[in-house]
């Protein structure tokens, strides 16, 4: 076998691996997950993963590190504007977080749980999601310029913006909102927020 054929051979394992654990952390969540679950979910032998992950929490930094990789690809999409005075740029911003999340909502979840009972982790977490807090702060810089009245400093609201966003979508995407069972309809969520976000930053409603 040639080392391209073992690396691509490794990069499946690798990929098999992560999508194991996202099975076996939406049946058992995260904290219950054990290595064994996630190899015997695999198929694989168990000694298997320590050649591609440290540990439980290795594999969960190297599936938000793919989940950052998935959010930086839609700063390129057609649509999108650093622009926060514009209603319409803070829809896509909220669209394309509420689509991203329920696309990743165990990992989302995973990495909560991990957060609440691993101190190292949760800096870790925050230091590679810092940027895109950032980001949002940047685009709220923009808005006030623009002439909105900020009702606080950019990177505060862009921090509130962030934990507002993970949290309801978890609710409402769950269906444990105060209607239990009821997954609200992405349209009316998306508005909802939207509508919620830019009264809040100085915006008018429509």
């Known amino acids: 076998m040639t080392v391209g ?9 690798g990929a098999e691996l992560k999508a194991a654990a996202i099975r ?9 997950a054990k290595i064994t679950d996630i190899t015997a979910e695999a198929g694989r032998a168990a000694g298997s993963f320590y050649k591609h992950f440290a540990n439980k929490e290795a594999l969960l930094e190297s ?7 998935q959010a930086d690809a839609s700063v390129s999409d057609e649509g999108h504007s650093d622009d926060f005075s ?26 909560r749980q991990a957060a609440i009972v691993d101190p190292v982790f949760e800096q870790r977490s925050r230091e590679l999601t810092d940027p895109d807090v950032h980001h949002i702060a940047g685009h709220l810089v923009r808005a006030r310029d623009a002439g909105l009245r900020l009702p606080g400093d950019p990177l505060v609201l862009a ?13 409402w995407q769950s269906g444990t909102g105060p209607e239990l069972g009821r997954d609200l309809g ?8 939207t509508s919620f ?6 915006g008018s409603t429509p």
């Open 5 to 13: 054929m073992r690396q691509q051979q490794a990069a499946q394992t």
């Open 24 to 32: 076996v952390f939406a049946r058992l969540g995260y904290l219950n």
């Open 63 to 69: 599936l938000l590190a793919d989940m950052l990789r």
């Open 86 to 111: 514009d209603r319409a740029a803070i829809r896509f911003h909220i669209a394309t977080f509420w689509h991203f999340y329920r696309r990743n909502r165990v990992v989302m979840q995973a990495l």
């Open 159 to 171: 921090s509130l913006f962030s934990a507002m966003l993970s949290a309801f979508a978890d609710v």
């Open 186 to 193: 992405d349209d009316e969520a998306i508005e909802t927020l």
């Open 197 to 202: 976000v830019y009264a809040g930053i100085g």
